[in-house]
């Protein structure tokens, strides 16, 4: 069982920056894809970033010049840095993370993963 645990949410000003952290616990964490993925009431859960075990990064569109995701396999902690943030930003965070074998691996899709964070608030106001 692979624990995730989510922090660094916050209130931030529209054109201000926030660093997510996850941590990740009970498994080897360089196993695993890692994801980020948002939510606001009343919508669907919406892919955010992804990456591999091997480092390959993907974007949703609408972030991709302004968030950046990283991985620290020794500290088996993923990260997203939001910059530039926006209003349409304002979501619960969610960390997700599905085991592979490929150190390829990546998915934008939340189906395929297997364990999930509580998540964290991030709210952008104007």
């Known amino acids: 069982q692979v624990q995730l645990v989510e922090s660094g949410g916050g209130l931030v000003q529209e054109g201000g920056s926030l660093k997510l952290s996850c941590a990740a616990s009970?498994?080897?964490?360089?196993?695993?894809?890692m994801g980020w993925f948002r939510q606001t009431p009343g919508k669907e859960r919406q892919f955010v970033a992804t990456t591999s075990d091997s480092g390959i990064r993907y974007y949703t569109d609408s972030v991709k010049d302004r968030f950046s995701i990283s991985r620290d396999n020794a500290k088996s902690t993923v990260y997203l840095q939001m910059n530039s943030l926006k209003v349409e930003d304002t979501a619960v965070y969610y960390c997700?993370?599905?085991?592979?074998?490929?150190?390829?691996?990546?998915?934008?899709?939340?189906?395929?993963?297997?364990?999930w964070g509580q998540g964290t608030q991030v709210t952008v106001s104007s």
């Open positions: 009970g498994h080897t964490f360089s196993r695993f894809a």
């Open positions: 997700a993370a599905k085991a592979s074998n490929d150190p390829n691996y990546y998915s934008s899709g939340d189906g395929d993963y297997d364990y």
